[in-house]
């Protein structure tokens, strides 16, 4: 895992950010090996004279055996399209391919140096180190990717300087020293940047899905609460229509209760006729006056006392 990215950041967010790392370090290595491709035909073209050439071609075949074999390593990442922690077996598989390329740049220090032409023995130091700045260009994204490369690629053919011993090439040793120095710091510089930048977005990114997400609880919430509004504008509507329909009945009824006709108090009463006298003084018969005064209707009839003392012959046949 790579170290750069800070502990306070969440889980999440580092594996994201490596995810984007790794994504974009396989995006770019098609850069690199079409330059080692072109390197190695190169290289093989000017050392052709000074070199055995069972060498230069057993040399050539490694390195374009490495090459294939990334290449299919690139075309089945981009095919798969690995997320999540998985990733990081890409980036280990990565970290094995520039490796090998980068013992495959070391060989040449040690048994592809033209000993009897000093002019052709600087093909490989200016070769090895263009190839490894463009690495660390290439590469910076991952670090262990382009440190492997950098350091396996360049302290042979510095040691190498080193060994013939004149004052000129341990100069040019010191120097490739110093440049590995160098492009470490630089890689690390711009290793930082690029982590600096896609932590940065992804951090931007979840922020505004958090922020889609909130504006669409609250939408829904302002939904909710309009919906609510609504039932209780129709409540109140309804309410008002009862309301209405309650003062009307009520209307109604006070109406209706101002015209029913009561009888309340004391009503002189005959003791021996039943008759009731009127509010004019005059002598009615008790249903008459409870007529006058309500909405009682009498039906008449005889009880069977008053059958038996009225007509008591028709009583007694019945009886029988």
């Not at 090459?67 to 690139?74: D, G, K, N, P």
């Not at 490796?99 to 592809?112: D, E, I, N, Q, R």
């Not at 140096?113 to 190839?131: D, F, K, T």
């Not at 108090?265 to 008759?275: D, E, F, H, N, R």
Request: proline fraction near 4%; glycine fraction near 4%.
């Amino acid at each position: 895992m790579n170290a750069t990215i800070e502990t306070t950041e969440s889980p999440d967010i580092t594996l994201k950010v490596h995810e984007a790392q790794i994504r974009q370090l396989y995006k770019q290595s098609w850069i690199g090996l079409t330059g080692i491709f072109v390197n190695i035909v190169l290289v093989s073209i000017i050392l052709w004279e000074v070199i055995p050439h069972w060498k230069l071609l057993l040399w050539s075949s490694g390195m374009l055996l490495v090459t294939v074999a990334r290449s299919i390593l690139i075309v089945s990442f981009h095919r798969k399209s690995p997320s999540g922690s998985g990733i990081y077996r890409w980036a280990r598989l990565h970290v094995a391919g520039t490796t090998a390329s980068g013992v495959m740049w070391a060989l040449p220090s040690l048994f592809l140096w033209p000993s009897h032409s000093p002019l052709h023995q600087m093909v490989w130091p200016i070769c090895i180190v263009a190839v490894s700045a463009s690495a660390v260009a290439i590469y910076s994204t991952w670090k262990p990717s382009y440190i492997s490369f950098l350091v396996i690629s360049t302290v042979p053919v510095s040691i190498r300087l080193f060994s013939e011993g004149r004052l000129e090439y341990t100069a040019l040793g010191f120097l490739g020293l110093f440049f590995i120095g160098v492009l470490i710091q630089t890689g690390k510089m711009m290793h930082a940047a690029i982590v600096s930048s896609f932590s940065m977005s992804i951090r931007n990114e979840a922020l505004s899905s958090v922020l889609a997400a909130d504006k669409a609880k609250v939408e829904e919430l302002n939904g909710q609460l309009q919906e609510e509004i609504a039932k209780r504008t129709r409540s109140q509507e309804e309410l008002q229509l009862k309301n209405k329909a309650l003062e009307r009945s009520n209307h109604e009824l006070e109406v209706a209760l101002a015209n029913v006709k009561q009888l309340s108090g004391m009503l002189p009463i005959c003791a021996s006729c039943k008759k009731i006298r009127n509010d004019d003084g005059y002598w009615e018969q008790i249903e008459a006056y409870i007529h006058d005064h309500s909405d009682i209707e009498f039906s008449h009839g005889i009880c069977p006392e008053c059958a038996k003392r009225l007509y008591p012959d028709f009583t007694d046949r019945s009886e029988d």
